[in-house]
């Protein structure tokens, strides 16, 4: 089982829709959690850290499960500038050592 | 603006070769980074730096080395290629460690190596 996993989509969704994504983790002590995003052809950025009470960034909502060991990213009123890779990132251990999914795959279409 | 520059945007050897990343980041982070990223796997950590000549092993650090003679410049080195390394090859730097909360991690703009 890897160590984080997410669905590697695509999700094709429309204009103005609401979109969430979900990332599992295995190692249940896991201490800190951030979503990244990628553009086509570009480097990660980050997108948002996710807190234990869950954080709000404008149209992107980000929640921790850790009873369940998942993640998730919700985009409300998606924009064509939304479409890019996901990926759901894990710090098992803490320290230097981050775990990346594979990413999921958002495309957003007029 | 923190500003991660690799040296290399794409590059194609031989397999045998000696090959050298290069990777300078100019907000004087501590921390830098050596990633690799292919599809269906994601990114996967070779090597980290915490400081001048500290250096760490990731998850995958078989037939890579790393240099960190100064703060700013972290190099990777695959002293002979082969072609399960072709590969994008992604530098980072973070001011803190990567895994706390204000962690960022900055990317360089990726190296794509091809090993024939």
């Known amino acids: 089982r890897k160590e984080v996993e997410q669905d590697p989509g695509p999700f094709n969704v429309p204009e103005g829709a609401t979109v969430a994504f979900n990332c599992t983790y295995s190692?249940?002590?896991?201490?800190?959690f951030f979503w990244y995003r990628q553009d086509c052809r570009k480097e990660p950025k980050l997108l948002m850290s996710?807190?234990?009470s869950g954080n709000e960034d404008g149209r992107f909502t980000a929640q921790l499960n850790r009873a369940s060991q998942y993640i998730s990213l919700l985009i409300r009123d998606s924009k064509l500038s939304d479409s890019a890779t996901y990926l759901c990132?894990?710090?098992?251990?803490?320290?230097?050592?981050?775990?990346f999914g594979a990413g999921t795959i958002l495309r957003v279409k007029s | 603006d923190v500003k991660v520059t690799q040296s290399s945007r794409y590059l194609v050897k031989r397999t045998g070769e000696k090959v050298f990343l290069e990777c300078v980041q100019d907000?004087?982070?501590?921390?830098m980074f050596w990633y690799r990223q292919d599809p269906g796997l994601g990114l996967r950590l070779i090597y980290f730096?915490?400081?001048?000549?500290?250096?760490e092993k990731g998850d995958i650090p078989e037939g890579y080395s790393v240099s960190r003679e100064k703060k700013e410049r972290f190099s990777l080195i695959l002293e002979s290629a082969s072609t399960n390394q072709t590969s994008m090859y992604l530098c980072?730097?973070?001011?803190?460690?990567?895994?706390?909360?204000?962690?960022?991690?900055?990317f360089g703009e990726g190296s794509r190596l091809t090993v024939l």
């Open positions: 730096s915490y400081d001048v000549k500290m250096k």
């Open positions: 990132v894990v710090n098992p251990v803490g320290g230097n050592k981050l775990v």
């Open positions: 190692n249940s002590a896991s201490q800190s």
């Open positions: 980072a730097s973070s001011l803190v460690a990567s895994g706390s909360d204000t962690g960022e991690l900055f």
């Open positions: 996710v807190y234990s």
């Open positions: 907000m004087d982070h501590e921390n």
